[in-house]
């Protein structure tokens, strides 16, 4: 039998630790079925052309997943490669950004199958249709090259998340990977997916339709058990992007980890407006159950800006929540972001005020700034072509697309563009501090901790001299 190749583009230097989760998710239930799987991380992989090439002598197909930007890049570099030698096998590719753009990625040369959406089953159905099984176009949720067109077939249900296989843990090292300071052993897992809110800027608009799908409790604990007993891993780190939708879920996940004594330390994004109604009890149970860490979406200080990009949080909750946090000692993430259309330069103050508010009420916070750049399926997509920004008109042009580089018409604060840069320095240093192995870098990036620190107390914007240079250097070693 013929294998499926599944590939995982590099993401740059800064994501090396990260867990190829979703071709991991996408082998455990093509294996399920009896498939065959071979996968690729190319963030981990040595010399991966020449054993990717070998493997694709072998393949029934290829598979690309792929987000906006450095991973467009190199799995465009992956297909080129692919087809020089073998110009008849299947390239699909899948993901975020292709499912909201499959007319634009299915342009690219040597892209055939775009899978829409959720890839388990459509991946499945689309290999028993490659072994002549049946017909493409009775293969839902994908689009496909067909007589010099573009052909889109009707989309696919949504998964029911208890019927999951547990990741292929499997294809990797685990040891290689890490995603977070506060465990020494962790992974990632993802337990729901969508959510059911509508700020304007996410992706989850289009690609989930709101709509917000769960695992239950104990299913959770399936996943976690054999990765305890297997690789001793002592923390777990939740990719949803909503973990806390359902609080009888929560509650009864964190009783079912008490109750086996796992002693897992779990870290887990939730809304601000969730935590703010949280009581004093159900508190006590998440940090009781191994709660360390928060990752809060606060965007804005500004209230004007809340509300227009449908945040539905108000600054008196992002307060209530830093004041909560403190309490119970969370470490906190809160994420904030300028630069959004119709933003005023009293509003980027507003939000760096709040930035430093937080700190101040929770010591054990930490805070990052990006810059807002538009992404394809989100409502905001719209507004920014709108007021003129001029988007990526092709695959590649996408593969180029760094947010940290983007520059709007909108924008009012000339210092934008560094406030990242500097926040990452003068705030994050000691979350990211460990990616730098080399002596000389790790010395340098302390002091360059130092200078940011100091311009960030002290509200010292002026001839970003450094940021601009190393920005530069960042930027080309993959590092932003």
């Known amino acids: 039998m013929k294998k499926i190749v599944l590939v995982y583009p590099k993401l740059g230097l800064s994501f090396t630790g990260r867990p190829p989760l979703p071709i991991l998710c996408l082998a455990a239930y093509l294996e399920r079925a009896g498939l065959e799987v071979s996968v690729f991380d190319l963030n981990q992989e040595a010399n991966w052309p020449e054993k990717l090439l070998k493997a694709a002598g072998e393949a029934l197909c290829v598979g690309v997943s792929a987000i906006t930007g450095n991973q467009i890049k190199n799995g465009l570099e992956i297909t080129k490669l692919i087809k020089k030698d073998f ?36 991946l499945l159905d689309l290999a028993r249709a490659l072994m002549g099984e049946k017909n493409l176009s009775d293969v839902l949720g ?23 296989p547990n990741p292929a843990w499997h294809f990797i090292d685990i040891n290689n990977y890490y995603f ?4 020494s052993k962790n992974v990632a897992l993802q337990t729901s997916r969508g959510c059911p809110f509508r700020c304007e800027f996410c992706y989850n608009f289009e690609f989930n339709k709101n709509r917000w799908r769960k695992m239950s409790a104990k299913r959770i604990l ?48 939730c809304r601000i407006d969730f935590l703010a109604r949280m009581d004093n009890d159900f508190l006590t149970l998440l940090k009781s159950s191994g709660l360390s860490a928060l990752f809060l979406g606060a965007e804005s200080g500004s209230p004007k800006v809340l509300k227009t990009i449908q945040k539905g949080i108000t600054v008196e909750e992002i307060i209530k929540s830093a004041e909560l946090t403190a309490k119970f000692g969370f470490n906190v993430w809160y994420a904030f972001m300028i630069g959004f259309p119709e933003e005023t330069e009293e509003d980027i103050s507003l939000t760096i005020k ?36 001029v988007l990526p008109k092709s695959l590649m042009e996408w593969g180029d697309y760094r947010p940290e580089d983007v520059k709007t018409p909108w924008t009012k604060h000339k210092f934008s563009p560094y406030f990242p840069l500097l926040t990452r320095f003068a705030t994050e240093y000691d979350r990211f501090s460990g990616l730098f192995k080399n002596p000389f870098l790790k010395s340098l990036a302390k002091t360059f901790h130092l200078m940011e620190k100091f311009r960030w107390d002290y509200e010292f914007y002026h001839f970003p001299i450094e940021l601009i240079l190393v920005k530069k250097i960042a930027g080309k070693l993959g590092y932003l």
Not at 180 to 183: M, Q
């Open 142 to 164: 994908i689009s496909f090259k067909k007589d010099g067109r573009i052909v889109h077939n009707p989309p696919r249900g949504f998964l029911e998340m208890d019927n999951l």
């Open 180 to 183: 977070s300071n506060l465990s």
């Open 87 to 122: 110009l008849h096998l299947p390239v699909i590719w899948g993901g975020v950004h292709p499912s909201l753009v499959p007319e634009e990625t299915l342009k690219e040369d040597g892209v055939d199958i775009v899978v829409r959406g959720e890839g388990e089953e459509t």
């Open 222 to 269: 399936e996943m976690i058990i054999p990765l305890k007993e297997k690789h001793q891993i002592n923390g777990v780190v939740f990719w949803d992007d909503n973990f806390f939708v359902d609080f009888k879920r929560v509650e009864e996940f964190c009783r079912l980890l008490i109750d086996r004594n796992l002693n897992i330390k779990w870290e887990a994004d």
């Open 354 to 389: 709040m930035m430093k508010k937080v700190k101040q009420i929770n010591p054990l916070a930490n805070t990052a700034i990006k810059v807002f750049s538009p992404f394809p399926g989100t409502p905001l997509y719209q507004k920014a072509k709108q007021a003129g920004f």
